[in-house]
Nanobody
């Protein structure tokens, strides 16, 4: 299983970025994909999750209304559209998937077994 995250960069406050997570070795039809982030000196935290089998996306409170997660089954890719970015969104963002409850969105890193390499998001003027 490989998860390849991309799309990070430097953006001004209020700006937008789209992150992508390309999955190989697993199918979006059978696995939920979650996004996590980790800022320097802080714990890794769940940001958003989508499960195609379950049909409902999940968002952490601090990104609701600003971030949108969606999947492309044909490309086996999950994207995270991030709008109205704030300096506190600065972090390394990771996509992840689990095996024990693979179809359920559990935005807790203890349930994740596969991680993509992180992509840096920096929000600064």
């Amino acid at each position: 299983v490989q998860l390849q995250a991309s799309g990070g960069g430097l953006v001004q406050p209020g700006g937008s970025l789209r992150l992508s997570c390309e999955a190989s070795g697993l199918s979006l039809d059978d696995h939920a994909i979650s996004w996590f982030r980790q800022a320097p000196g802080k714990e890794r935290e769940g940001v958003s999750c989508i499960s195609v089998p379950a049909g409902t996306p999940y968002y952490a409170d601090f990104v609701k209304g600003r971030f949108t997660i969606f999947g492309d089954n044909a490309e086996n890719t999950v994207s995270l559209q991030m709008n109205n970015l704030k300096p506190e969104d600065t972090a390394v963002y990771y996509c992840a998937a689990g095996t024990r409850f693979r179809r359920i969105c559990l935005m807790d890193y203890v349930y994740m077994d596969f991680w993509g390499k992180g992509t840096q998001v920096t929000v600064s003027s």
